[in-house]
């Protein structure tokens, strides 16, 4: 099966302009999560999202950051106005909790990232 | 959540195991032992999980401690390819959030 689609893979801006990043999910897979990786660390859940309702945005920053998914698929992330120390991985991963099986685990697919640079 | 501690790096020679420890002292009776891996310019990768039983998989085999406090994981025949960052977290089955530390930086050398 395909796996986790994002775009674009790299992306160099200035402070101050925005920018925006896509990701289309595993088919089927209802639930969508975008991640901040800053370099040296671990992935950060920035929003989760379960078919186009916000589950979880606790540490998504509201006033510059906002994300979409309208559809129920595909899911856009926005930063407006970007700043230096948004420089980072921004990770995309899916999962499909309606085909969760007793005992089983409901797994996170990830996408292989937008690399943002802010300058 | 719980927290884990693992190494920040460790070596491992091509075709030997390479055994990962993670400590998990604060975990509770209900919390689950995840490990996932990133490569380089990837996103991250499930391995394996478990409650208290070891497990074993196509990738990995976990050892948890009888107490649950520690546990490690067993990359038995590491390759070149497993060189990677890997993550330990421990959370609730049904929580879907997954907390990533620094994670071990795993560096397999020929």
């Known amino acids: 099966e395909a796996g986790v689609a994002q775009s674009p893979r790299y992306k160099i801006i200035e402070k101050r302009q925005s920018v925006a990043f896509w990701c289309n999910p595993i088919?089927?897979?209802?639930?969508l999560y975008w991640y901040q990786q800053i370099l040296g660390q671990g992935p950060k859940l920035l929003i989760q999202f379960q078919n186009n309702g916000v589950v979880d945005d606790s540490q998504l920053p509201k006033d510059r950051f906002s994300a979409e998914r309208l559809k129920g698929v595909d899911s856009t992330l926005k930063i407006q106005p970007a700043k230096l120390e948004d420089s980072a991985v921004y990770l995309c991963?899916?999962?499909?909790?309606?085909?969760?099986?007793?005992?089983?685990?409901?797994?996170?697919?990830f996408g292989p990232g937008t690399r943002l640079t802010v300058l | 959540d719980a927290k884990t501690t693992q190494p920040t790096s460790m070596d491992c020679a091509e075709g030997r195991a390479a055994n990962l420890p993670c400590n998990h002292s604060?975990?509770?009776?209900?919390?689950?032992v995840y490990w996932y891996r990133q490569i380089h310019s990837q996103g991250p990768q499930y391995i394996i999980h478990?409650?208290?039983n070891n497990e074993t998989n196509e990738m990995a085999s976990l050892i948890i401690t009888e107490d649950r406090k520690s546990s490690t994981l067993i990359l038995p025949h590491a390759t070149l390819r497993d060189t990677a960052v890997y993550y330990c977290i421990v959370r609730q089955f049904n929580d879907y959030k997954l907390s990533f530390g620094a994670g071990t930086t795993v560096t397999v050398r020929a």
């Open positions: 604060t975990i509770s009776g209900n919390e689950y």
């Open positions: 478990g409650l208290k």
């Open positions: 991963a899916s999962s499909s909790p309606s085909l969760r099986l007793a005992g089983s685990y409901n797994e996170q697919f």
């Open positions: 088919s089927g897979h209802a639930t």
